[in-house]
């Protein structure tokens, strides 16, 4: 609920986006009060009645929201706010859809018998003989050149597995790896679907809910402004709005749409509100979930072998399980995190060109993000390094939208 009072909200929509970060650097104080909740409530109940005809109905619809809260006499700035806020994720805990059903059971088999194929290497070594160990160590050394082809051989076989499964991205062109079928993930994401329902039955709000017809409104007017795109056009968009104060919203594969309450209460207009959906959007019309479990089961994969190796190198269990646990936190830091940070910053990009075609003030984007980041500072929260989350910072979020902000 981190808002600006009538007239600094004004100062959001007009001008450049340097001038948003000077006034936002420069203007604290503006941000230490909040306007009445019962502006917002009202606000957000006439929303429920606006449609996005045009850009120009979209203008004179922010223009009433702002005048609505001119007058108003501002609170202090309530720490619960900034902490709502500061748990803001856009994504579900689980990723979108989770990985093939197979492989969900298989994983943990596979690990297990790579430690017992490992601890048994080891314990039929330590079992040798002095005499038979200098044995296998000569044969090694003399069919080097074979072993040598061998693990060649399989590295070659690596290669021509990751090339062939490449594809574009669609609407980037970036290349990526997919190792799953799109139309099987999206059947999978059915199952989370279900979940969701399940877990948030009692708190969908109705139809004719002011706020879910808000969602439905925004949601509507990007795909119906994006039907050139066909993978905006191929899903069909459903609408879940969950009355939940956790700051969240996030989109399956399949474009089933959830969004909490709490969101609907951080935002400070349409605008930011539109963005961020399009952003979601974005992680299931680039096919993020599939891309991501792709990366994670040939990592996984690779994974075995060295956890096999550290089992059978390592001369103690204890050793081993260090070893094992400093073989996962390398993959995740090198790969897991900065791969989904790549995936955010990608989502932003095409959400961003979303929005514009929808006739948004793309500039809320990155003033959202500010606000998100002036949250945390006023909270004294500290800042966790980027390095160690799987989504960009907020300050490095909005200068990259910044950029993109004049394309």
Request: net charge neutral; charged share 20%.
């Amino acid at each position: 609920r981190l808002g600006l009072s009538g007239n600094t909200r004004n100062c959001f929509f007009t001008g450049s986006p340097d001038s948003y970060r000077n006034f936002i650097r420069k203007g604290l104080r503006c941000l230490l009060s909040v306007p009445d909740p019962g502006v917002y409530r009202n606000a957000h109940q006439s929303l429920g009645r606006f449609w996005f005809q045009s850009s120009q109905l979209l203008g004179e619809r922010i223009t009433s929201l702002q005048s609505s809260s001119v007058g108003q006499l501002p609170r202090p700035f309530s720490p619960w706010n900034v902490q709502i806020l500061r748990s803001f994720r856009t994504s579900p805990s689980f990723q979108a859809a989770p990985a093939p059903l197979f492989w969900i059971i298989v994983k943990p088999a596979q690990k297990l018998l790579a430690i017992i194929l490992g601890r048994s290497i080891r314990n039929w070594w330590k079992a040798l003989p002095p005499n038979k160990r200098e044995l296998f160590k000569e044969s090694a050394r003399r069919n080097k050149w074979k072993i040598l082809l061998g693990a060649s051989s399989l590295g070659v076989v690596f290669v021509v597995f990751y090339f062939t499964h490449l594809e574009e991205t669609p609407i980037t062109g970036r290349p990526r790896l997919l190792v799953f079928g799109k139309e099987h993930f999206r059947e999978l994401s059915q199952m989370e679907y279900e979940m969701w329902m399940e877990e948030y039955e009692g708190q969908m709000l109705p139809e004719t809910d002011p706020r879910y017809q808000v969602v439905e409104r925004v949601v509507g007017h990007l795909s119906e402004s994006n039907k050139d795109i066909p993978e905006v056009s191929a899903l069909k968009w459903v609408i879940h709005v969950v009355d939940e104060p956790g700051v969240n919203a996030f989109v399956l594969p399949n474009g089933q749409v959830f969004v909490f309450t709490g969101l609907l209460d951080a935002v400070s207009d349409i605008h930011q509100l539109s963005f961020i959906l399009g952003h979601e959007i974005a992680h299931a019309v680039l096919e993020h979930a599939a891309e991501k479990a792709s990366l994670v089961h040939l990592l996984d994969f690779l994974s075995l072998i060295f956890l096999t190796m550290i089992w059978a190198i390592c001369p103690r269990d204890s050793l081993a399980v260090v070893g094992q646990w400093i073989q996962s936190k390398l993959q995740e830091f090198m790969f897991d995190r900065p791969y989904s940070r790549t995936l955010e910053a990608e989502a932003d990009k095409v959400g961003l060109q979303f929005a514009a075609k929808a006739c948004v003030d793309v500039r809320a984007s990155s003033v959202f993000w500010q606000q998100m980041e002036l949250a945390e500072t006023i909270q004294g929260q500290p800042r966790i390094p980027e390095w160690l989350s799987t989504h960009p910072s907020h300050e490095n979020r909005a200068e990259h939208l910044d950029r993109l902000i004049p394309q």
